[in-house]
């Protein structure tokens, strides 16, 4: 990572949501999905009435339907957020040792986390910016036992950095465990620990994601 | 014959020494032993080590402990609260910070007479490899890292062996109990408090609701009374009632 | 959507081919898979290894399997069938035998991601020095030997490093279940159910009651139905009744 | 162990159930017990009748009630024998990962066993003569994981051959885990790792006793 890449020339990709949106086309029918704080937690929004995609929270919760109207608020009933929330019929509860057997035991689809940074290799970084204050939660548990772990996020960092780089320079959350990145500019798979570019948001041309990427990667653009 | 409801928390509570370990049940808020937590401060209890998954938001739970100077350490995952990164900051709390899974895992292992495991959550990072620090010195700077831990490759992968949590003591929220300790919890509420009071040589649970000895069904029954000592009712809130779940179930769109 | 209800049991059990590990609940003929287990013969699968407390009696559940001769080893704790010995000591079927609670702490441990624990069950005896026999040769003699397991002084005490079980098939029977899978055991035919379906990469439930989607509340589910791949009805005895608990519950003299 | 020792004139101690109306005297009120088969299962039967004793079964069962009645028998609810039980108002069901989570864990009170042999030091052999079928059931988890290991068993085999030996020739259970034997002719209780008679039965001399064990002892006789 580094400060004095020359700026790029403006270009406008996907909004927040439109990465929500095209992430949510990805997830199949029977999905059990863990969802990160962020653009994650934007996808239920954008789920095609077609498919059933069931959400789980960490503290417990398979099956959340949304998030609760003030009036039908239960503190008993939270998300991994603390914020109240609904259940959708067939949900069942665990307590946290079973929550996190389901995680690390692979019996999840997928999880969908944010990220400060992603290596060439998968490696991930979303935990702690060094200097400020430290939490992890179950990150590392989502990313040790999914099997796939997807990362929802904007292509480079307020400054204009690349948050896809060649070696993580934050601290990691797990080594060569991300299988997919979306960003407003683009989406990447990585394959046998190499990053490829699969494709390019509407309007974004390739040469626009490699002035913006901080990795090697290869390119399987589609069409 | 065996009764283990107490009318008095202070006289239980009191079987806590200052120094003692305690894994404390709940998630944020839900769940949380208010009222057993709220006892070690009448009782002025400090130098604790508590096994907590969150710390609490202002001055409440394991955050009380927190801002009237009673802990030493902090076992943690998610331990979000600006006072205590200060302390923390400050040299004058420490932090082992776990991952959460890990630590339901760990609270787990030590009351099921596990001494340790493998697990591959926090392989190779600041968490596993002896960097974080557990510790800060007063002057400034690191006074003391989480030591290393144990790795070993198994089938092609890098796992960390992590150490059964057996605590002192054990702080459980339930629901609903019988006087002879069986649990039941309600919705998330449930989270870290079975394996609180798995983890604990003697286990305190405060309750919301006293039942009778028949009616909870024995397949119903969530953590049974053999990891419970002592029962107190719980304080706060009014005690949930029985069916909100039906309330708060509904079609997802 | 979601509907993991099958009405063909054949169908199902066509998945596992023969070769594969399975994982399967009950204890002797309580909660014991018989109708999945059943199909394994109609199906002609051979070459089986089963982990399972009991090989059952006469020539049902897994004692059919043996009976038939489908079995390539055997990993349980009271294998208590004469047939079974006979075979065993014939050099027809391998026997890794463990300790009960050892068992389902493995089964549970593969499905929770947990590669190895230790434990202080079976420390400093023949089922952890390598002295059991895990295979006789058909000639007389032992051909093969359980390997000496791994252990460590921890605190003073030894420990045995067990590993955790990932079998290919997991093999389950429950008394209610819904259609995404959500199960729920009745006394103690619960018993290692709940293991054999975590430990399995792909798990079957044969269930008694198939009961609409929001019965089952959710504080009630033992097993999540994310663990669960595919319902089949059970046969044999009719479905028990809700509420014999009731009938069996009576004061202790 | 041998079969030359020359035997000893005849003795009368206890019988099969004295030996568990003695043991019961040393329940105390609230303990949960795990009883074996053989004398152990004879116990309840000797609890007074203001001793509430928790009868666990190591496949999931917390507050047995009894035997049941052929006509309440129910194939769902079975004890670790596998025969038909009750349960006391108060019971709990746990799966077989949390009811051995509760042995190895030390939650249990106690275990009261049978034993082919005990040591000098309370190593346990029980589980298996060689030539014979194996099978182990949960007798090591429960003897690593209990707190009081009660043996309960004749003095000697039925060859009168000494139970209590200086070491075991049996295969092994478990190693020094034995706290307590209790037979027709005395009771034993291992202190630091060494055995001590602390009673003889009714009509039994300590040199009845010394006659019929294997073992190097201590005696801790009161009055």
């Known amino acids: 990572m580094t400060d004095t890449i020359p700026a790029p020339a403006p270009v406008t990709g996907r909004t927040r949501e439109g990465i929500a949106e095209r992430l949510a086309q990805d997830l199949q029918d029977g999905y059990v999905v863990n969802l990160g704080v962020g653009i994650p937690l934007l996808v239920p929004r954008f789920l095609p009435a077609d498919k059933e995609v069931v959400l789980h929270a960490e503290n417990g919760v398979l099956g959340i339907g949304g998030d609760a109207d003030p009036h039908e608020a239960d503190p008993d009933l939270t998300d991994a957020g603390k914020q109240p929330i609904t259940l959708i019929p067939g949900a069942a509860i665990t307590d946290s040792a079973l929550s996190f057997a ?18 060439a290799s998968g490696d991930l970084a979303n935990w702690y910016v060094p200097g400020k204050n430290p939490a992890v939660g179950g990150a590392m548990d989502l990313v040790a036992g999914t099997p796939q772990v997807w990362v929802a996020m904007e292509h480079v960092d307020r400054k204009g950095r690349p948050k896809i780089v060649a070696e993580c320079t934050m601290p990691l959350t797990g080594k060569g465990v991300v299988t997919r990145v979306y960003t407003d500019l683009a989406v ?21 994601v490699r002035a913006r990427t901080g990795a090697p990667y290869t390119e399987h653009l589609a069409g | 014959m065996i009764d283990k409801f107490r009318s008095d928390v202070l006289s239980v509570v009191d079987a806590v020494p200052s120094g003692a370990s305690i894994a404390v049940g709940g998630f944020g808020s839900s769940g949380r032993p208010d009222a057993l937590i709220d006892a070690l401060c009448e009782l002025d209890r400090r130098d604790l080590h508590v096994y907590v998954n969150n710390v609490g938001h202002d001055f409440t739970g394991v955050g009380r402990l927190l801002h009237e100077g ?86 092609g992968r890098e796992y960390v062996l992590e150490e059964g949590i057996v605590a002192d003591f054990g702080f459980v929220k339930a629901h609903k109990a019988d006087r002879k300790g069986n649990l039941r919890f309600r919705l998330s509420a449930r989270n870290f408090n079975p394996m609180a009071g798995m983890s604990g040589r003697t286990t305190f649970a405060e309750i919301e609701q006293l039942v009778d000895v028949d009616e909870l069904h024995p397949d119903d029954v969530h953590l049974p009374g053999v990891f419970v000592d002592d029962l107190v009712m719980s304080t706060g809130k009014a005690p949930a009632t029985d069916e909100p779940a039906a309330a708060a179930t509904r079609k997802a769109s």
Do not use: W
Not at chain 1, 188 to 208: I, K, M, N, S, Y
Not at chain 2, 112 to 122: D, K, L, N, Q, V
């Open chain 2, 70 to 155: 009673r802990l030493r350490r902090v076992t943690a995952s998610f331990p979000i609260l600006q006072e205590f990164y200060d302390e923390y900051f400050a040299g004058r709390v420490e932090l082992e910070l776990i991952p959460q899974g890990t630590l339901a895992e760990r609270m787990r292992a030590g009351g099921a007479g596990i001494p340790a495991f493998f697990t591959p959550s926090g392989a190779g990072t600041m968490l596993s490899d002896g960097s974080f620090t557990l510790r800060y010195s007063p002057e400034g700077g690191v006074a003391e890292h989480v030591p290393a831990k144990e790795t070993r490759m198994i089938n």
């Open chain 1, 102 to 119: 389901i995680i690390r035991g692979g019996h999840l689809d997928a999880t969908i986390l944010g990220a400060l940074q992603v290596s």
């Open chain 1, 188 to 208: 990447f798979h990585v394959v046998d620990g190499q990053l490829r570019l699969v494709e390019c948001a509407p309007g974004v041309t390739p040469e626009d």
